[in-house]
């Protein structure tokens, strides 16, 4: 193989914010939109990457068996990250040149990171004959990514959902066991939408780090493992703070499978109350909404949706809204719909 393109599709959360790293539940679909590398086999012993949209054509290059750690934090990171921690992995890259196009916003909430890191390590392996990687094995890696070499301690979900999405299907994530299971997403003539708050965010400088660690302490101050573990009674002991972010997680989790049962159920209206409810517990237990998003869903809202929300990290980024048949859709929404997974591209 001398080059080969590889596609990591950005993802949408359905429900199920903030609890992949307490070991709880989410409902994701991978989108269309996502981050394409074509790998080329060069002579050498270089990585050379170059990015398109992201970075108006910008270059790296660096020695496969040693990517540079120089605390860049922007695309440059992903691709070395990716780079070392496959071949830490026990993978035989070969050397290539990669070139990156994408087109997912970067720090939207639509999860252009975890689309860049999938797409590459995607190339970089089938470039190397493995065409048929363990994908959960590879969501596993692309988060370390994240966590280790771009500073963002991130749990699995974006990674998962676009590894394992697939065309129509919501997954069912429990990261307790990090299980999967296929939801049919289909709600007629129901549109979902999601809107751009203006509002970029960085999760390794946002309140994102700060959250997981608000959690942490709950867990250690409760003795569970997982902040999912703890129950209702034991939450309703902690100090304020910590308990109004694990009632946010406990009842997040419980939204993810009345979720699952509305979608059975095919009732769009109970999906928007979940969706609105799952942000009024974002914006007042977990306080990760901003102005910019609330202004955001109030704008969907008064369009005529039946229910919206923040996706993602929170802290700005994109809202998700559900819309009735033959609403006009606000200025600047964009239909999603769930989409296949990360794949190899035939050329
Ligand atoms: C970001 C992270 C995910 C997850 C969400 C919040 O997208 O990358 O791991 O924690 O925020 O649900």
Request: aromatic share 4%.
């Amino acid at each position: 193989m001398t080059r080969i393109s590889a596609f990591g599709p950005g993802r949408v959360n359905l429900i199920g914010e903030h609890t992949d790293y307490n070991g709880g539940l989410s409902l994701p679909f991978s989108i269309e939109d996502g981050v394409m590398v074509t790998a080329t086999a060069i002579a050498g012993d270089r990585i050379e990457a170059i990015a398109y949209d992201i970075d108006d054509g910008a270059q790296d290059a660096f020695p496969m068996a040693h990517p540079p750690r120089d605390g860049d934090d922007g695309w440059r990171a992903f691709v070395r990250g990716v780079v070392a921690e496959l071949t830490a992995a026990g993978h035989t890259l070969v050397p290539a040149r990669l070139e990156i196009a994408g087109t997912l916003a970067q720090g939207s909430g639509l999860s252009s990171s975890a689309a860049l890191e999938v797409a590459l390590a995607l190339a970089l392996l089938g470039l190397a004959g493995e065409t048929e990687p363990d994908r959960l094995a590879l969501a596993r890696l692309c988060s370390k990514v994240e966590n280790d070499w771009v500073g963002a301690q991130t749990g699995l979900l974006d990674q998962t959902a676009s590894l394992l999405g697939s065309d129509g299907n919501a997954l069912r994530i429990d990261f307790a066991t990090m299980a999967t299971t296929s939801v049919r997403l289909d709600l007629g003539e129901w549109r979902l939408a999601t809107v751009d708050s203006g509002e970029t965010h960085s999760l390794a400088a946002s309140g994102y780090n700060q959250r997981r660690s608000e959690c942490d302490e709950a867990a250690w101050r409760l003795d569970v493992h997982r902040l999912s573990d703890a129950t209702a009674e034991q939450v309703a002991t902690l100090p304020d703070l910590l308990r109004r972010r694990a009632e946010h997680v406990l009842s997040e989790n419980a939204r993810v499978d009345e979720m699952v049962a509305a979608l059975r159920a095919r009732d769009p209206e109970e999906v928007g109350r979940l969706l609105d409810a799952s942000h009024a517990s974002l914006r007042d237990c977990y306080d990760a909404s901003t102005k910019a998003v609330e202004r955001t869903v109030r704008r969907c809202l008064d369009a005529g949706a039946v229910g919206a929300r923040m996706v993602g990290g929170g802290f700005g980024g994109h809202v998700l809204a559900l819309f009735p048949p033959e609403m006009r859709l606000p200025k600047g929404a964009y239909e999603v719909a769930p989409s296949p997974g990360a794949s190899l591209v035939e050329e």
